[in-house]
């Protein structure tokens, strides 16, 4: 849990991703579109990947990833990114978090 705490707290926007998983590399194109520059912690590329996605599902994510975490904060998975979306809620709380200044 320490392990992924200071995973996301290091900037405004951390996905935790597999490279294999096409929902993980959906949202991150959605958030680089909108001109955000996320830290991606691929899970399936570093030592005790399968441990953090096990953390992640015990925290109620299912499935596990992507798992977005926007000012430190867990925002939850693809359904949770793309509700906040047509919400218009995702681009003001990216701002929020300092992931976008305009």
């Known amino acids: 849990m320490e392990r992924v705490a200071r995973m996301v707290s290091e900037r405004p926007v951390v996905i935790l991703s597999k490279s294999t998983c096409c929902m993980c590399h959906t949202i991150k194109s959605l958030l680089v579109d909108f001109g955000v520059n996320p830290t991606v ?40 990114v793309m509700s906040l979306h047509l919400r218009r809620s ?11 200044w305009v």
């Open 41 to 80: 912690h691929e899970l399936d590329e570093i030592p005790r990947g399968r441990e953090i996605e096990q953390v992640l599902l015990s925290r109620g994510l299912n499935p596990a990833l992507p798992a977005v975490f926007i000012g430190g904060e867990l925002v939850g998975g693809a359904n949770e």
């Open 90 to 100: 995702l681009i003001p709380m990216l701002k929020s978090a300092g992931a976008l």
